[in-house]
């Protein structure tokens, strides 16, 4: 009988548990590393795409099914939210996950095993996002920019504007111009 899959096996994140079979306690180590897949993060900070992602994970087959467990690291790019400059960062996650065999019983969103591969994919996506800052900055004491200007305040730190006239003396100001032109 052939196990009909829509993985591929030539996929750098999908993993062939073939070599566990089903015996409890059969281990297999795995260091590689891949290219990241596109989309890897938010909006404002994540891993390009093809930036290698080093695996260190451990295989282990278990009653239901394979647990994966291990760390993978990488590097992250973004912005920082406050004042824009660019962020280059590395970061390592923790994974820990089991893939159920099919056609046991086991909650709807749980990992599966298609035939014998995993996927490394979704779980790898979901921690990356999840280990990501929601405000990224370049450093804890970031200023930002200027609201007035757009000047970068960690670069000018005594940067200042004059404070604005109060609209109600507004015309008070027209009125001492026109005196000193005269």
Same mark, same amino acid.
């Given at each position: 009988?052939?196990?009909?899959?829509?993985?591929?096996?030539?996929?750098?994140?999908?993993?062939?548990?073939?070599?566990?079979?089903?015996?409890?306690?059969?281990?297999?180590?795995?260091?590689?590393?891949?290219?990241?897949?596109?989309?890897?993060?938010?909006?404002?900070?994540?891993?390009?795409?093809?930036?290698?992602?080093?695996?260190?994970?451990?295989?282990?087959?278990?009653?239901?099914?394979?647990?994966?467990?291990?760390?993978?690291?990488?590097?992250?790019?973004?912005?920082?939210?406050?004042?824009?400059?660019?962020?280059?960062?590395?970061?390592?996650?923790?994974?820990?996950? +089991?893939?159920?065999? /099919?056609?046991?019983?086991? $909650? !709807?969103?749980?990992?599966?095993?298609? @035939?014998? *591969?995993?996927?490394?994919?979704?779980?790898?996506?979901?921690?990356?996002?999840?280990?990501?800052?929601?405000?990224?900055?370049?450093?804890?004491?970031?200023?930002?920019?200027?609201?007035?200007?757009?000047?970068? +305040?960690?670069?000018? /730190?005594?940067?200042?504007? $004059? !404070?604005?006239?109060?609209?109600?003396? @507004?015309? *008070?100001?027209?009125?001492?111009?026109?005196?000193?032109?005269?």
């Amino acid at each position: 009988m052939v196990n009909s899959t829509s993985l591929d096996a030539r996929s750098p994140l999908v993993i062939d548990t073939h070599e566990l079979g089903r015996r409890m306690g059969a281990m297999q180590e795995i260091t590689r590393q891949v290219p990241a897949p596109d989309d890897l993060g938010t909006d404002v900070i994540g891993v390009p795409p093809t930036t290698p992602i080093d695996l260190d994970v451990r295989i282990e087959a278990v009653g239901e099914g394979v647990l994966v467990t291990g760390t993978a690291r990488t590097e992250v790019r973004g912005e920082c939210g406050r004042c824009l400059t660019e962020i280059v960062d590395e970061i390592e996650i923790d994974i820990q996950e +089991l893939f159920v065999h /099919p056609g046991v019983d086991a $909650e !709807d969103d749980a990992s599966r095993l298609e @035939g014998e *591969l995993l996927d490394l994919e979704p779980v790898l996506r979901d921690q990356v996002v999840l280990d990501l800052p929601f405000q990224p900055v370049c450093r804890p004491d970031c200023a930002g920019l200027c609201v007035e200007c757009g000047a970068d +305040l960690n670069a000018d /730190p005594t940067h200042a504007h $004059e !404070d604005p006239i109060d609209p109600r003396w @507004g015309n *008070l100001e027209q009125w001492q111009e026109q005196d000193r032109t005269s």
